[in-house]
């Protein structure tokens, strides 16, 4: 049998007032004459954000769910060039610790995905220098929470610049200037327009990154849509891993509209997956990628209790019988 773990991102639509994203743009800190003043309410904010963070981990904790995406919008303008002499880390230190104290108690596993702008693979100089800057600010939040950063942080290959192969070949060129501790952070997923599953593998087994797989992705964008034959080489990918496998899963908001994420998820596309995975691994973290969260995962473990082919172990946890 094979265990399957469910997570969701962020935000929790049941705990109210909990945002861990609270921001101020850079327009907004501009606007405060006192420099230091702006710095103090961005500090603010920060704490308020890691603050909610472990609310939304207690709650995690609440509802037997071991797997959680954190935002990567915690410290607002934490990398903006404007702000480069900006201290963050100290004030948040101790916040910083008390939120790794607690995911390392409750073995809970987290991650982060940094946004859409973060190419490894980008023709541009600055961009790449940027990427680097942002992957290093993760770095930094989870040595300051005292967790491990290996496996951590999951990305997209970057830009495809309607040119493959040359896109793959330079994110292995400009791989070579990460730094080690970061390169060791990184999962690859694979993503709906650019990069298939296929793209995906080859720099994930040239480079020994492990993959992300996503399934939805996969569906919306693939030139041979045999995933199963590949199955045996994303396992590979997470042999050296201290993690078990992680997938994403969304379900297309309609036909029309296939990249976009619904509301939930449904099981009946899930299963389809499962059925094909069950018995290769000994467990799965699935990480839902749905509007609604947590009401989401809330709602697909109901969707399970009612099905005969699955073994209910907790709240946010099954067998695949």
């Given at each position: 049998m094979t265990l399957v773990r469910l997570g969701y991102v962020?935000?929790?639509?049941?705990?109210?007032?909990?945002?861990?994203?609270?921001?101020?743009?850079?327009?907004?800190?501009?606007?405060?004459?006192?420099r230091e003043a702006a710095i103090r309410k961005l500090e603010q904010i920060a704490l308020t954000n890691l603050q909610?963070?472990?609310?939304?981990?207690r709650h995690n904790v609440a509802y037997d769910i071991h797997f959680y995406r954190m935002t990567s919008r915690l410290i607002p303008l934490a990398t903006h060039e404007a702000l480069q002499d900006w201290?963050?880390?100290?004030?948040?230190?101790?916040?910083?610790?008390?939120?790794?104290?607690f995911i390392k108690e409750h073995d809970l596993r987290v991650d982060f995905h940094p946004d859409h702008f973060v190419l490894i693979n980008s023709l541009k100089p600055d961009v790449l220098k940027n990427s680097i800057l942002t992957l290093k600010h993760h770095y930094l939040l989870l040595k300051g929470m005292d967790l491990n950063p290996?496996?951590?942080?999951?990305?997209?290959?970057?830009?495809?610049?309607?040119?493959?192969?040359?896109?793959?070949?330079?994110?292995v060129e400009n791989w070579m200037v990460v730094p080690r501790g970061i390169q060791k952070m990184i999962m690859l997923e694979n993503d709906d327009k650019s990069f298939t599953l296929e793209d995906t593998l080859y720099l994930c087994e040239k480079l020994g990154i492990p993959l992300a797989f996503d399934y939805h992705h996969h569906l919306a964008h693939h030139q041979n849509s045999d995933w199963q034959s590949n199955w045996e080489r994303v396992i590979q990918t997470w042999t050296t891993s201290p993690f078990p496998i992680k997938m994403h899963i969304s379900s297309p908001k309609s036909e029309k509209a296939f990249r976009h994420h619904s509301d939930y998820v449904d099981v009946e596309m899930f299963f389809t997956f499962l059925k094909e995975i069950k018995g290769t691994i000994p467990q799965i973290d699935c990480m839902i990628e749905a509007k609604k969260k947590d009401e989401a995962l809330f709602k697909l473990m109901d969707d399970c209790r009612k099905?005969?082919?699955?073994?209910?172990?907790?709240?946010?946890?099954?067998?695949?019988?």
């Open positions: 962020a935000l929790s639509m049941e705990l109210q007032n909990a945002s861990p994203s609270k921001t101020m743009t850079y327009a907004n800190f501009q606007k405060l004459k006192d909610n963070t472990l609310r939304l981990l201290d963050y880390l100290t004030p948040i230190q101790e916040k910083l610790l008390e939120i790794g104290t290996t496996h951590r942080c999951v990305m997209h290959v970057g830009g495809n610049y309607k040119e493959t192969e040359n896109s793959l070949e330079r994110f099905r005969e082919d699955v073994e209910i172990v907790d709240g946010s946890s099954f067998y695949i019988k």
